[in-house]
């Protein structure tokens, strides 16, 4: 592909980058085993990004087109993809957080297959106190996270950040009536991997019924929030249960639902005979430390 | 004399163009330098991430 005519020719109207393992700024890819195709205009905006294998074989099947002839009609029509997502964050600050803005930011994000999403995410925080309503904006950002978080490949640090994002979102914005929503992917997206499900969530739900709001009715809601989690968790807590109990010894995943459940010995010998590798290194780090701390807590002899 | 160091130089000329390869049609590499001279220069881009000369 790369040698061809046609890239020279393509290469007289548009400039070409082979980036390797690198991704441009703010073009945040979850999938970084995929051959990408991302398209920028004359002022260095993002216009379009797409799975390139994927768009190649589309070209072929439909209209018959060799590699290089496919890789040209992409790039055509992916600079044809205006506006670039800098210019509808224009419009949303602009709009001041509009729902039709915020929706078309979305629509934009989508259609690339989530790249430039944790990018959006961060915009959405970063600008909420331009908007008419900073807190629908910081709950807007915090779901894209959410959305960002349970796409990709299972990363420690991007959990944590969320789960971070959810509770200043919640001690933050006590009482606005996003936290509904703001509170649904804590237990199934941002504690997925975390050791003991129902201790950590009690734990969240004992420190937001505490937090001093000044105001009856946020304390209210504050408690309502609280018991919805606990509600969510439950229904987890018992989702993996049923789940672990129809399971193989060896099924993949057997371990993580022994650790979402909190059984430390289980979760500790499963450890020992499990080789950790790369993105599961810290997370089994974590769950041999809760799961050492909870059995030294039940029985303070084998300490 | 002069016929043949005319035709060493000729085929001394032809020997080193046809030695040098034609530039390539894309950058590799510093993905960020180049889409800031793209910027700078008012040209539309496109970034292939996961390529290399090899892979393409």
């Given at each position: 592909m790369l040698p061809s005519k046609e890239l020279r020719e393509l290469s007289k109207r548009v400039d070409i980058c082979l980036s390797g393992k690198t991704a441009p700024k703010g073009c945040d890819i979850r999938f970084r085993q995929f051959y990408w195709l991302m398209a920028f205009d004359d002022r260095g905006e993002l216009l379009s990004a797409c799975r390139l294998a994927d768009r190649l074989t589309e070209q072929e099947k439909k209209f018959g087109r060799s590699l290089p002839e496919g890789l040209v009609a992409i790039v055509d029509s992916s600079l044809k993809s205006a506006p670039s997502l800098e210019e509808l964050e224009r419009r949303y600050t602009k709009a001041k957080g509009s729902e039709g803005a915020f929706q078309a930011l979305r629509e934009k994000v989508k259609a690339m297959a989530g790249v430039g999403q944790m990018r959006l995410a961060d915009f959405l925080v970063k600008t909420a106190a331009k908007?008419?309503?900073?807190?629908?904006?910081?709950?807007?950002?915090?779901?894209?996270?959410?959305?960002?978080?349970?796409?990709?490949?299972?990363?420690?640090?991007?959990y944590a950040r969320l789960?971070?994002?959810?509770?200043?979102?919640?001690?933050?914005?006590?009482?606005?009536?996003?936290?509904?929503?703001?509170?649904?992917?804590?237990?199934?997206?941002?504690?997925?991997?975390?050791?003991?499900?129902a201790t950590t969530c009690k734990e969240y739900a004992s420190t937001w019924s505490s937090v001093d709001t000044g105001s009856d009715e946020a304390r209210k809601g504050l408690r309502k929030l609280s018991q919805q989690l606990l509600d969510h968790c439950d229904a987890e807590v018992a989702r993996a249960d049923k789940k672990l109990s129809r399971m193989k010894p060896n099924a993949y995943g057997r371990l993580r639902l022994q650790a979402r459940l909190g059984r430390a010995q289980e979760t500790l010998d499963g450890i020992r005979a499990t080789k950790s590798f790369g993105v599961f290194r810290p997370i089994h780090a974590e769950w041999r430390r809760e799961a050492a701390a909870k059995l030294s807590a039940q029985d303070p002899q084998k300490k | 004399m002069r016929h043949t160091a005319t035709a060493l130089a000729l085929a001394v000329t032809v020997a080193v163009l046809?030695?040098?390869?034609?530039?390539?049609?894309?950058?590799?590499?510093?993905?960020h330098g180049f889409l800031e001279r793209t910027r700078a220069n008012g040209r539309s881009a496109v970034v292939l991430f996961n390529f290399n000369h090899d892979s393409g």
């Amino acid at each position: 592909m790369l040698p061809s005519k046609e890239l020279r020719e393509l290469s007289k109207r548009v400039d070409i980058c082979l980036s390797g393992k690198t991704a441009p700024k703010g073009c945040d890819i979850r999938f970084r085993q995929f051959y990408w195709l991302m398209a920028f205009d004359d002022r260095g905006e993002l216009l379009s990004a797409c799975r390139l294998a994927d768009r190649l074989t589309e070209q072929e099947k439909k209209f018959g087109r060799s590699l290089p002839e496919g890789l040209v009609a992409i790039v055509d029509s992916s600079l044809k993809s205006a506006p670039s997502l800098e210019e509808l964050e224009r419009r949303y600050t602009k709009a001041k957080g509009s729902e039709g803005a915020f929706q078309a930011l979305r629509e934009k994000v989508k259609a690339m297959a989530g790249v430039g999403q944790m990018r959006l995410a961060d915009f959405l925080v970063k600008t909420a106190a331009k908007t008419a309503d900073p807190g629908l904006a910081r709950a807007r950002g915090i779901l894209v996270e959410a959305a960002a978080c349970d796409r990709q490949v299972i990363n420690h640090a991007a959990y944590a950040r969320l789960r971070k994002s959810i509770d200043g979102f919640i001690k933050d914005h006590a009482g606005h009536p996003s936290g509904v929503e703001v509170i649904k992917p804590l237990a199934n997206v941002a504690l997925k991997y975390s050791f003991d499900l129902a201790t950590t969530c009690k734990e969240y739900a004992s420190t937001w019924s505490s937090v001093d709001t000044g105001s009856d009715e946020a304390r209210k809601g504050l408690r309502k929030l609280s018991q919805q989690l606990l509600d969510h968790c439950d229904a987890e807590v018992a989702r993996a249960d049923k789940k672990l109990s129809r399971m193989k010894p060896n099924a993949y995943g057997r371990l993580r639902l022994q650790a979402r459940l909190g059984r430390a010995q289980e979760t500790l010998d499963g450890i020992r005979a499990t080789k950790s590798f790369g993105v599961f290194r810290p997370i089994h780090a974590e769950w041999r430390r809760e799961a050492a701390a909870k059995l030294s807590a039940q029985d303070p002899q084998k300490k | 004399m002069r016929h043949t160091a005319t035709a060493l130089a000729l085929a001394v000329t032809v020997a080193v163009l046809g030695a040098q390869e034609p530039p390539k049609p894309y950058q590799e590499g510093d993905v960020h330098g180049f889409l800031e001279r793209t910027r700078a220069n008012g040209r539309s881009a496109v970034v292939l991430f996961n390529f290399n000369h090899d892979s393409g």
